[in-house]
């Protein structure tokens, strides 16, 4: 499985980015992507995830402002992220697992697929 995350970048506070994960080698159409970042000194929080029904759960910190979907053919998942806040800067990673989870999880452990990441950064 590969995972390559696309989109950071620096945005004023307030501002919107979107992310993009693009997936291959997955060897089922069962399977679960998720979204995590983690800030300097601080450990890898999920964020959101989808699965194979494209139901999608958030973690209450972005619930309302950060969006996740896929494009129709579910090899690219993205992270539509509005009113961006400098506690939103943080290192952004795609992760996956060969298993469509429900309900979803957001703990690192049922993610064992995992991108380079992409550093997203909000100035206030």
């Known amino acids: 499985v590969q995972l390559v995350e696309s989109g950071g970048g620096s945005v004023q506070s307030g501002g919107s980015l979107r992310l993009s994960c693009a997936a291959s080698?997955?060897?089922?159409?069962?399977?679960?992507l998720g979204w995590f970042r983690q800030a300097p000194g601080k450990e890898r929080e999920g964020i959101g995830a989808?699965?194979?029904?494209?139901?999608?759960t958030y973690a209450d910190s972005v619930k309302g402002r950060f969006t996740i979907s896929r494009d129709k053919l579910k090899t690219t998942m993205y992270l539509q992220m509005n009113s961006l806040q400098p506690e939103d800067t943080a290192m952004y990673y795609c992760?996956?697992?060969?298993?469509?989870?429900?309900?979803?999880?957001?703990?690192?452990?049922?993610?064992?697929?995992w991108g380079q990441g992409t550093q997203v950064t909000v100035s206030s």
């Open positions: 989808i699965n194979s029904d494209d139901a999608t």
């Open positions: 992760a996956a697992a060969g298993v469509s989870y429900s309900p979803l999880q957001l703990g690192r452990k049922f993610f064992p697929y």
């Open positions: 080698g997955f060897t089922s159409r069962l399977y679960s």
